[in-house]
């Protein structure tokens, strides 16, 4: 995890308000929020929901195709999402859901499991850096949408995956980082004020795959941590040159995106791939902690909440992993596939076929359900090999969910 100082020092660069966001504690500046671990710091929040689930605040209806999380930053909720033979930016009014704007990225990724985007856009002060899945990069102002400046992964050197770019770009110092992949180098960094390359991976030249990149101090040391099909290594943010690498079985599509605690890291992956946890030495010497099949998580992620990892193992049900030994500590059927957020002691598991949204205790004593609903309406315009995808995301009190072009809007702050 990153140190206190580098925390509080990204939530300020986040954030446009400084430090009444800061007091809030509660904005979701990117992919899976602040430190990028799906762990909210939102307390105070319903521990139990009434039959049919929270209060709905608002639906809105014209998101369009994709699987696009959101970025919640000064009342303003920012989403990717199609209209019109483009890949948008789609801002609203996180209070009302009512539109604000949006911006043109780029043509529409087409593709088998749904069409349209994959990650979630970063907010970075007054800066939004967004990622189409076909690769388009831009750089568009916060509060009125005009594009600042572009750039493409095939210019970079690289190819649309099988599936499209998926990953969620990293604002963090002077750079915008992304994985265009391929020879010129697996990961770059672009000057987030001119677009300018930086530098690119030269020691990693792998294909992208579709995990996002998690900066972390390790040892004290600032790093860039990121995967492909078969590694997961660590950069230098200054220049790109890689500190340590470590194989990994991947398989097919590696997905989630990497946690990491200290000086350790934890990956997981589907198609049979397992789990894995290295320790980092001072040095940049790998360790392997253990490396098993106790979950093996397709593309939901796992979260890390004390000293345990919560997520599902496909195909086995949901499981409690103990983070530092890597044993099961329970697995449960009850509920079907999906991803998982927490917040304030709970786990928030999205079944991605049904819509059904469980609340459970984040405990290692035992799966503890105490809340479900099912979303209702659900999108018309879903491909058949689609699901529901887009992970729960709780900021101000408000969860936020997605089912293609219908976002969904619920209070759960405790009365």
Same mark, same amino acid.
């Given at each position: 995890?990153?140190?206190?100082?580098?925390?509080?020092?990204?939530?300020?660069?986040?954030?446009?308000?400084?430090?009444?966001?800061?007091?809030?504690?509660?904005?979701?500046?990117?992919?899976?929020?602040?430190?990028?671990?799906?762990?909210?710091?939102?307390?105070?929040?319903?521990?139990?929901?009434?039959?049919?689930?929270?209060?709905?605040?608002?639906?809105?209806?014209?998101?369009?195709?994709?699987?696009?999380?959101?970025?919640?930053?000064?009342?303003?909720?920012?989403?990717?999402?199609?209209?019109?033979?483009?890949?948008?930016?789609?801002?609203?009014?996180?209070?009302?859901?009512?539109?604000?704007?949006?911006?043109?990225?780029?043509?529409?990724?087409?593709?088998?499991?749904?069409?349209?985007?994959?990650?979630?856009?970063?907010?970075?002060?007054?800066?939004?850096?967004?990622?189409?899945?076909?690769?388009?990069?831009?750089?568009?102002?916060?509060?009125?949408?005009?594009?600042?400046?572009?750039?493409?992964?095939?210019?970079?050197?690289?190819?649309?995956?099988?599936?499209?770019?998926?990953?969620?770009?990293?604002?963090?110092?002077?750079?915008?980082?992304?994985?265009?992949?391929?020879?010129?180098?697996?990961?770059?960094?672009? /000057?987030?004020? =001119? %677009?300018?390359? !930086? &530098?690119?991976? *030269?020691?990693?030249?792998?294909? @992208?795959?579709? #995990?996002?990149?998690?900066?972390?101090?390790?040892?004290?040391?600032?790093?860039?941590?990121?995967?492909?099909?078969?590694?997961?290594?660590?950069?230098?943010?200054?220049?790109?040159?890689?500190?340590?690498?470590?194989?990994?079985?991947?398989?097919?599509?590696?997905?989630?995106?990497?946690?990491?605690?200290?000086?350790?890291?934890?990956?997981?992956?589907?198609?049979?791939?397992?789990?894995?946890?290295?320790?980092?030495?001072?040095?940049?010497?790998?360790?392997?902690?253990?490396?098993?099949?106790?979950?093996?998580?397709?593309?939901?992620?796992?979260?890390?909440?004390?000293?345990?990892?919560?997520?599902?193992?496909?195909?086995?049900?949901?499981?409690?992993? /103990?983070?530092? =030994? %890597?044993?099961? !500590? &329970?697995?449960? *059927?009850?509920?079907?596939?999906? @991803?998982?957020? #927490?917040?304030?002691?709970?786990?928030?598991?999205?079944?991605?076929?049904?819509?059904?949204?469980?609340?459970?205790?984040?405990?290692?004593?035992?799966?503890?359900?105490?809340?479900?609903?099912?979303?209702?309406?659900?999108?018309?315009?879903?491909?058949?090999?689609?699901?529901?995808?887009?992970?729960?995301?709780?900021?101000?009190?408000?969860?936020?969910?997605?089912?293609?072009?219908?976002?969904?809007?619920?209070?759960?702050?405790?009365?």
């Amino acid at each position: 995890m990153p140190s206190p100082l580098r925390l509080l020092t990204a939530l300020l660069a986040f954030s446009p308000f400084s430090v009444s966001a800061l007091a809030a504690g509660s904005d979701w500046p990117q992919w899976r929020g602040p430190d990028r671990s799906d762990v909210s710091t939102e307390t105070g929040l319903l521990k139990s929901w009434p039959t049919g689930g929270p209060k709905r605040v608002w639906l809105f209806e014209n998101a369009g195709h994709g699987y696009s999380a959101p970025a919640i930053v000064g009342g303003k909720y920012f989403t990717l999402g199609t209209r019109s033979g483009s890949e948008i930016l789609l801002v609203l009014d996180a209070t009302t859901g009512q539109e604000l704007w949006t911006a043109k990225l780029g043509g529409i990724l087409d593709n088998d499991w749904g069409e349209g985007p994959r990650g979630t856009p970063a907010v970075d002060g007054d800066r939004v850096y967004a990622l189409s899945g076909r690769g388009d990069l831009a750089c568009i102002s916060a509060s009125n949408g005009k594009i600042l400046w572009q750039a493409t992964m095939k210019s970079l050197g690289g190819h649309i995956p099988k599936w499209g770019y998926s990953e969620s770009v990293l604002a963090d110092g002077a750079h915008v980082l992304c994985t265009p992949g391929g020879a010129q180098g697996t990961v770059a960094a672009l /000057d987030k004020l =001119t %677009g300018k390359v !930086v &530098w690119q991976s *030269k020691d990693i030249t792998e294909p @992208a795959h579709y #995990s996002s990149i998690v900066p972390a101090q390790i040892n004290g040391q600032p790093q860039l941590v990121q995967r492909n099909e078969k590694s997961i290594f660590g950069l230098s943010p200054k220049d790109g040159n890689l500190l340590w690498q470590t194989s990994f079985p991947g398989s097919t599509a590696v997905i989630p995106t990497p946690i990491v605690r200290g000086n350790e890291v934890y990956v997981t992956a589907g198609y049979g791939s397992g789990s894995k946890l290295v320790r980092i030495g001072a040095a940049n010497q790998v360790t392997v902690v253990y490396e098993n099949k106790v979950i093996k998580n397709h593309h939901g992620g796992v979260v890390l909440v004390g000293d345990h990892v919560y997520g599902h193992c496909d195909p086995a049900g949901w499981v409690c992993q /103990d983070f530092a =030994t %890597g044993r099961e !500590v &329970w697995m449960n *059927k009850s509920l079907g596939k999906g @991803a998982v957020s #927490s917040a304030d002691g709970m786990l928030y598991c999205l079944d991605e076929r049904s819509g059904t949204l469980v609340l459970a205790e984040a405990s290692p004593a035992a799966w503890k359900e105490i809340s479900r609903f099912t979303l209702s309406p659900q999108t018309k315009i879903r491909s058949d090999r689609g699901r529901i995808w887009t992970h729960p995301v709780i900021s101000h009190g408000r969860l936020y969910l997605r089912d293609q072009d219908l976002i969904y809007c619920f209070d759960v702050k405790a009365p």
